[in-house]
Structure formats: structure tokens, C-alpha cells
């Protein structure tokens, strides 16, 4: 009897709990969900609300969106006009609200390859045709002319008795007196030359080819009037210069007869002045080089000419120099040379002009500032940046439609942030002002060849 109401009471509490749960997910449930959705909305058209009125308080309509600033460090500062950031001090930036509409695009424009079209609204341009007066600037320094240089040689092995210049880059003048060397060989001419002056007077032949012998040797001729005079011979005998200029050491000779070539001035260097390598008591071979002496009167000025001016500078450009040595005095020369051939260390051709540098005295490796005149040029013209260069194979994007489309072109000089176009395009062709823009790689350029 217990078991039987206590499996009734259980049996009416499970029926309890069915019926309680029934209607609070049927009945109760919806309607807090419709209550749910109801205060969102409410809370979305209020937040609407007040936007809008906070516009419309710092009177801010649709059309001044347009002219908000904010920080790109920090996008909740907005600001109606520009300014710094209250939070990082940097300057504010124009918040842009809309962006450009483009019309008429096609789905055929937007289906072309990437790498033949380029969807843009970037600028375009046309070819111009106008004269350009050429100018080139252009750096460099004065140096000798090596056309200008005299060499002092040995004519006879001997040994330097007495020597009268000092040290590198000495001035001298032609005449001047340079060494006296000594010489066995010289000194056995001179005796047989008196020989047959005294013992065969007679014999003119002997005699005139002994004393021609004694001057090709380079023996001087006020030093023969002497042995004629005191009928003996001279142990040592001068050495005279046939040039002017600044004197320059060109060999080094050892005790040892070796010798070996030193460092020479042909262009402007930092040398400091020191004394010479030669010594008196050294020994000369016949034939040595000993001296050279660059003439300082007539100059040259190196101008470095870099690598997109090359095709601009001709053979006989005028040329208008300054120098860093007399800024107050132009200097106007012609080029008459371009050495076809880029010095060590150095990747620009060198253009070679000639000065007269009697009256100017100027300093050997002092600077030069030219300007290189050229021809006019009646030619068409693009901007550099319109032209992309892929190597051996110039292009820019001519505009068709609302794209732009890579096209192969031949280009001549470029001067003054222009380059010369001389095919592949017409004077109705617009293309794109910057090309560089239109791409993110030029290996994925393709034109028609």
C-alpha cells in the first residue's frame, strides 16, 4: 500500500515538471525573444538618433565628412579641421569618407590580363615636340698636358758629379744648368779629338768626325771652345735643359746600375714636394730618361662627363669654365678630346680641354666647374617617369578606354627630366603620366614585340 502512493506521488510530480516546462517554452520563451529584439532595435535607432543630433551640434552635415582628420597612430581622434594629435603629437590626416567613382567600366576592361592592362584613373600625358638648348654640367680639374712634356735623357753612361736641382717639381728654364756627369767614354772622344788636332792638323775628315761625335753625344759647344782653347780635355761636362717647366723624377737609380720607374705627376695627385731620388755619385746608363718636364702654360682640364650625358657631348662643344682657384674669371675653351675608355676606379668618361695658362697661373689639380654647350634638339619629348626601362627595352602605357595597355617604344637622349621618343608612338597617343605607378613588377610586363 506504501509502495503504491509513493509511486503515485512520483508519477504527479513528473507530470508537474512536464506541464511547467511546456509552457514556459512555448508561451513564455517567444515572448521575451520579441522583447529582446524589440530593445535592440530601440537601442539601434537611438544610437542613430544620436549621432545625428551630435552632427547636427558641431554642425557637421554629409558634405563636411568629407574634410574630417584623424591620426593614422590613433583612428578615434577626429578632428573637423587639421591639426596634431592630442595623444602622439602627430600631424592629422584628411579622413577620406568617399572614394572615386569610376564610370563606364566594362566587365571585358576588368577581364584583360594583369600583365598587359592596368585598370586606373592615374593622369595622362602627350608627346610634345619642342627645341631644347642643350647644357651639361659638369665637374673636374686641371692637370698637364702630357703633349706638353720634354724628357731629359742620358746620351752617355757616366756617373753624376754635381746636381742642381733639389727636389720634385722644381721650376727651371730652358738653359738652365741640371748636372755634370763624368764620363770615361766622353773623356776618351775628347782626348782622341786633341790627338789629331795636335799630332794630324791636316787631316780635316778625322777631324770633323771627331768633334761631330763629341756634339751627338750631347758634349756642349761652349765646352768644346774650351778644349780648343786649353787644349785639354774636361773630366766632367754639363747637362743642360731644352725645356721650361716644373721638373719631374722619372727613374730611380740604384748602386746596383738597376733602375725602375717612380711615381710621375701626369694628372693632379697629393705628392707632397720631397727631394729627389737621384743622388750625386749615382751612375746613369745611356739612353736613361732621367727627367721630365711638364710645361705648366699649357693645360688641360678633365672633365668628367657621366653616363646619361655621354650621347650629348661632341668633339668641339664650346665650354665655359670656372675655377675654384679664379672663381671671378670664365674660362672659355672648346672639347677636343673624349678618351673612349673609363679610368681605374672610375665609371665616367673623361672629356679632355685645352687652357692657356700663362696669364691664369692656375694651381695644377685645383677644381673646375663647366658647363658643355650643345646642339639644338627639335625633337619629341615625354616625361622620364612616363617611360619604364626593361633593360635593352624601353615602354610606356598608352591609355585606351579607362585602362592602359604596355607598349614597346625607342627612345633617343635624355635631358632635363625628358627623353627623347623616336618611335612606337603618335602624337595622339596619351599614356600614363607615371608608369612606374602602374606596375608592381616589370617582369610582369608583357608587350608586343
Known sequence: MKKNKILIITSSALVLLAV??????????????????????????????????????????????????????????IRDEPGNCPICGMQLIRKETHGEVMHDISLHTLLQPANTYAVSAIQATTIKRSVEIIRVNALGYTSYNTNEVGS??????????????????????????????????????????????????????LISSAKQRLL???????????????????????????????????????????????????????????????????????????????????IWALLNIYPADQLL?????????VSEARPAENINATVFFIEPFFRPGNKTLTARVNINNTLLKLPIGSQVKATIFGKELNTNWLPREAVVSLGLDKIVFIKTGNAFKAQKIETGLAYNKQIQITNGLS?????????????DSESFIKVNK
Not at 746596383?256 to 755619385?281: F, H, I, P, Q, Y
Open 427 to 439: 602624337i595622339t597617343d596619351s599614356v600614363a603620366v607615371n608608369a612606374q605607378f602602374l606596375i
Open 313 to 321: 657631348i661632341k668633339i668641339g662643344n664650346p665650354v665655359m669654365m
Open 152 to 205: 731629359i735623357a742620358a746620351r752617355i753612361n757616366g756617373r753624376i758629379e754635381k746636381l742642381y736641382i733639389r727636389y720634385r717639381y722644381q721650376k727651371i728654364s730652358k738653359g738652365q744648368k741640371i748636372m755634370d756627369i763624368y764620363s770615361p767614354e766622353l773623356l776618351t772622344d775628347q782626348q782622341n779629338f786633341l790627338f789629331l788636332l795636335k799630332n794630324d792638323p791636316s787631316n780635316s775628315s
Open 20 to 77: 511547467v516546462a511546456w509552457i514556459y517554452f512555448k508561451v513564455l520563451s517567444p515572448k521575451n525573444d520579441t522583447h529582446i529584439r524589440q530593445e535592440r532595435t530601440a537601442d539601434m535607432k537611438n544610437m542613430n538618433m544620436d549621432s545625428t543630433l551630435e552632427n547636427k551640434n558641431m554642425g557637421i552635415t554629409a558634405e563636411d565628412e568629407k574634410m574630417l582628420y584623424t591620426c593614422s597612430m590613433h583612428p578615434q581622434v
Open 216 to 298: 751627338l753625344v750631347g758634349f756642349p759647344q761652349a765646352a768644346l771652345q774650351q778644349i780648343l782653347k786649353s787644349g785639354k780635355p774636361l773630366l766632367s761636362i754639363p747637362v743642360y735643359s731644352n725645356y721650361s717647366g716644373h721638373i719631374h723624377e722619372a727613374s730611380e737609380t740604384g748602386m746596383d746600375n738597376n733602375s725602375k720607374e717612380t711615381t710621375v705627376m701626369n694628372d693632379a695627385s697629393s705628392l707632397n714636394t720631397r727631394e729627389l731620388d737621384l743622388r750625386e755619385g749615382m751612375y746613369v746608363k745611356k739612353g736613361q730618361t732621367i727627367f721630365k718636364v711638364y710645361n705648366p702654360d699649357k
